[in-house]
């Protein structure tokens, strides 16, 4: 494969068929990004209480990605799925040049396409239309800035530090911006025999102050550490420690990159060593910080590994590629695939004297429902519900009479949109004389109450 191939595939062809997935809109979660965004284009302001379900309408809730949700509802109001697919195909785009201007700098041809294609093997995990995702090249540029900075032999620029104003709005990862411009400080005081203690920690001062710049004020801040305290995480796949069964592609990575590491034997910094250790660990307790540990070693391995011949490649002109490429993607359409992330069929099918009337819907129908302007019972927002309404709720779903008697008592609940997971409670209601199927597809079933 030519040079030139192979940068188009991986800078241009790769992130647009990646972004071209209908895997992007498998999560629930996306619809009420979506939604949040809409709330906040529409009335200029960030929610300060939920503005969504009936359930906990009004309680206290923290829009910690308020950012991210504006971008991705701007995205879906100009182009439908298909913009936002675009600004996924955008995001992932500008994650590859980073990774691939970094890595050119000490490898071949082969050992580029290998680091991305890694990379990328851990990120198929977690390609959804979510912030997450948007925040990726973000988390690239900082890691990249710094270690420009650490092998020129200076402190990176203090403007630098904005970046942390944006990521602290966009995502509630940004703490890992701080370890990482830690260690990366660590790597670099040393090599300079701490000379330049004064200016790096000037940086890292500023860093620490654009963290803590978030339009949420305290609540942003301290929002990612209860949600880490609530005891229903481990019901959710991507919170639930890393297992082989889950993500075998991410354990093949790591084997290989070892298995690289005792062969090549490269020297290993103090602070890089220790910050790639750190995220493994992350990565192993919780699936969900796998995608971070992916890209972090992807930008700083390559360095370790050089290789003699390093590839030379007008990065230019694959950028302006990509431009009109990406905007073709925002033109075509793109319908998402039906299932529980995307219940067209049994949205449509509800009646509209139903709409609303109180539903008691499975977990991952709640986002949708909220963009469809239906007020569910519950959705992906975690925190929002609490773990004593999330274990109520498993209990219901489960099939437990006694807690969906009370729920429908409590919240005067008149109709369900249940997916076929949920089956105890659907063959409860099927066998029941007070509620009345309406509706099924290969999605799901609607019941309501009879009369």
């Not at 970046?163 to 966009?170: E, H, K, S």
């Amino acid at each position: 494969m030519s040079e030139t191939l192979l940068c188009a595939l991986l800078l241009v062809g790769l992130p647009i068929a990646l972004a071209s997935a209908p895997k992007i809109f498998n999560d629930g979660d996306v619809s009420w990004h979506i939604a949040t965004g809409r709330w906040i284009l529409e009335h200029r302001q960030i929610p300060l209480a939920d503005p969504f379900s009936f359930t906990a309408f009004g309680y206290p809730w923290v829009a910690t990605e308020w950012l991210s949700d504006v971008i991705l509802a701007t995205a879906f109001n100009a182009a439908g799925y298909s913009g936002l697919a675009a600004l996924v195909a955008a995001a992932l785009a500008a994650l590859h040049w980073i990774v691939f201007a970094r890595a050119r700098r000490s490898l071949g041809a082969l050992g580029i396409a290998a680091t991305i294609a890694a990379m990328d093997a851990v990120l198929g995990s977690f390609l959804f239309a979510r912030p997450h995702l948007l925040v990726w090249p973000m988390l690239a540029a900082w890691t990249s800035i710094l270690l420009t900075a650490m092998e020129n032999r200076r402190p990176p620029p203090l403007w630098s530090a904005l970046l942390m104003v944006v990521w602290t709005n966009a995502h509630p990862s940004f703490p890992l911006g701080l370890l990482i411009a830690g260690a990366i400080a660590l790597d670099a005081l040393i090599a300079a025999r701490w000379k330049t203690w004064r200016p790096w920690s000037a940086f890292l001062l500023a860093a620490l102050l654009g963290s803590l710049l978030n339009a949420n004020g305290a609540a942003g801040l301290l929002q990612p550490l209860k949600i880490t305290q609530l005891s229903m995480l481990p019901n959710i796949v991507e919170w639930r420690p890393s297992t082989p069964a889950v993500t075998p592609q991410f354990y093949g990575v790591v084997i290989l990159v070892a298995a690289a590491v005792v062969w090549r034997r490269p020297s290993l910094p103090l602070g890089r060593t220790a910050l790639v250790g750190v995220l493994l660990a992350l990565a192993f307790s919780q699936v969900r910080h796998q995608s971070w540990l992916a890209i972090v070693a992807a930008l700083i391995l390559p360095s370790l590994f050089r290789s003699p011949a390093r590839l030379e490649a007008r990065m230019r002109a694959y950028v302006a590629a990509a431009i009109p490429l990406i905007a073709l993607r925002a033109s075509l359409p793109f319908i998402p695939a039906e299932n529980a992330a995307n219940p067209r069929g049994l949205i449509a099918a509800v009646p509209p004297a139903f709409r609303a009337q109180p539903v008691l819907n499975g977990y991952s129908l709640g986002g949708p429902l909220i963009l469809a302007g239906i007020r569910p019972y519950i959705d992906g927002r975690a925190e929002i519900y609490g773990d004593r309404f999330f274990a109520d709720y498993l209990a219901i779903t489960g099939g437990n009479e006694a807690h969906f008697d009370e729920a429908v008592a409590r919240y005067g609940i008149r109709w369900t949109m249940l997916p076929y997971s949920d089956a105890p409670l659907i063959r409860r209601l099927d066998a029941s004389p007070h509620w009345r199927r309406i509706y099924a597809d290969r999605v799901g079933v609607i019941h309501v109450r009879a009369e």
